[in-house]
């Protein structure tokens, strides 16, 4: 089993993409911290995969509120004494002209987006020290690098973190901590759901147009995100640092 024994704490692991990847790691051996802003969502995770036999345990916090933050890392630790692998994943959609976006609006993207993952990785980066091990997996996009209609508030937030990925690579590769970055295309979950009915009147053209952008001509699935995340938190990945991994059926270059 490639995490057998590994501690890893997902965001946003209650729904889609940090979902399917938890439901991989605990197959892969992991104890998996499941964390999410929705309670029922992540408690409802966490027991799926236990009923499966894996181990999992949930612990609520919101990634832009530091106290928040701090408590569950704190709890992880008290729990199991270390974190392995941090998997950035929680993030919101923003959809509309940058002229239309209120401030509020865009405050908030930027506080889950950026400041979310600035927050978690804060908080578990002196453990990841102390231990002189870890993986750090922050959850990007390939709208960090092409244009996407109606996502200049988002992409802005993903390019942010693609930044941050290289310069975090920089600061704590001394600690024996790899830190890289996803970059996945359109993938099938709620948030796509979600963004396809607010930013166009026919979400199935839109569906059409954006299977005609992927090389691959199919949308991709939380499953193809979860196997890549599986592959940068293993220790196969030991070479791996700073990287941007695409995850998008070849979109960047169509
Ligand atoms: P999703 O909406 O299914 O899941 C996101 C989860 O994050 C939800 O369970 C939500 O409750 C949680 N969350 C939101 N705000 C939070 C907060 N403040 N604190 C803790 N948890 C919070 O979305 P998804 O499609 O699985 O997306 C997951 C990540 O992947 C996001 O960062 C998204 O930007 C990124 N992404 C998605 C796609 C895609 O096509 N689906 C493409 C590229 C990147």
Known sequence: MRLQHKIALITGAGSGIGKT?????????????????????????AAQINEQGGSAH???ADVTAPDSVKAMVEEAIARYGRIDVLFNNA????????????????????????????????????YMMEQGSGSIINMSSCVAEIGLAK???YAATKGAVLAMTKSMQVDYAPYGIRVNALLPGTIFTPF????????????????????TRQLS?????????????????????????GSPLYIDGGVVFG
């Not at 990847?21 to 995770?45: C, H, P, S, W, Y």
């Not at 940058?98 to 990785?121: A, C, F, K, Q």
């Not at 938190?233 to 640092?241: C, P, T, V, Y």
């Open 21 to 45: 990847t938890a439901l991989r790691f605990a197959e892969e051996g992991a104890v998996v911290i499941i964390n999410d802003v929705d309670q029922d969502k992540g408690m409802a995770a």
């Open 58 to 60: 949930f612990i609520y």
């Open 91 to 126: 993030g919101i959609s923003g959809v509309g002209l940058l002229h239309e976006i209120e401030p509020d609006t865009w405050e908030r993207i930027m506080d889950v987006n950026i400041n979310g993952v600035y927050l978690v990785s804060k908080y578990v980066l002196p």
């Open 151 to 153: 996502r200049a508030s």
């Open 192 to 211: 796509v759901e979600q963004y396809l009915n607010n930013a166009y009147d026919d979400p199935e053209l839109a569906i059409a147009s954006i299977k």
């Open 217 to 241: 001509g199919e949308l991709g699935l939380p499953e193809d995100v979860a196997n890549a995340a599986l592959f940068l938190a293993s220790d196969e990945a030991r070479f791996i640092m």
